[in-house]
């Protein structure tokens, strides 16, 4: 087991500001990234989220020259 906490023990006297930076980055997108699936896997917004179903197909909507 001691070798298990080598290998995963950090000198956080050690990281400079562009560690830290990394470090809250990857721990913000971490958080938001489960707020997304929380969202988005929630039951009650499966009306909403599948309303805009097809969206990305949807070239009609930037149709602006009247093309038929």
Known sequence: MNSIEAYF???WAAMTHNDWIGL???VAAFIA????Y???LHP???E???AQRFIPLDDDRFDSEGKQ
Do not use: F, G, P
């Open 38 to 40: 929380v969202y988005a």
């Open 48 to 50: 909403k989220l599948e």
């Open 24 to 26: 809250i980055m990857t």
């Open 33 to 36: 990234m489960i707020a997304v």
């Open 9 to 11: 023990h950090t000198d």
């Open 44 to 46: 009650s917004n499966r």
